[in-house]
């Protein structure tokens, strides 16, 4: 009869349905946006690559809003897609180096609109 009870939630530590990995290890987005935000096909994320002093290249990414996109999540996951620091803005986020062709690409991956 112990098979019965195979497969339950108790005999492993919780994987991601989607991905299949652990939960801590998952990276998936969230299944459920928090209420107030707006979908991403909703949204168009403007990209460019802007020149600073002394050279440095950054990625910045405008058009979406504080209220309508949890900025630092999508920041923290944008710095560990790029590998590289940023900056949230007050319409967007900023990531240090030329990543303009990646971002956009993930950006489009999570569903948003992008233009350069
Ligand atoms: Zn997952």
């Known amino acids: 009869m112990s098979r019965l009870f195979a497969g339950t939630p ?3 530590p919780p994987h991601c349905e989607r991905c299949e990995r652990l939960e801590t290890e998952c990276t ?3 299944i459920d946006p928090p209420s107030k935000s707006i979908p991403p096909e909703k949204q168009t994320a403007r990209l460019l690559a802007e020149r600073r002093k002394k050279g ?3 990625t910045v990414v405008r058009g ?3 209220e309508g996109n ?3 999540d999508l920041l923290t996951r ?3 897609h790029c590998g590289a620091g940023g900056t949230v803005h007050e319409d967007g986020f900023e990531i240090q180096g030329d990543h303009l062709t990646r971002l956009a ?3 489009s991956e999570l569903g948003y609109r992008t233009k350069r």
């Open 56 to 58: 440095k290249v950054v």
């Open 28 to 30: 998936c987005p969230p």
């Open 64 to 66: 979406l809003s504080a």
């Open 78 to 80: 944008a710095k560990n």
């Open 105 to 107: 690409a993930w950006l």
């Open 70 to 72: 949890d900025l630092p």
């Open 10 to 12: 108790f005999d492993r």
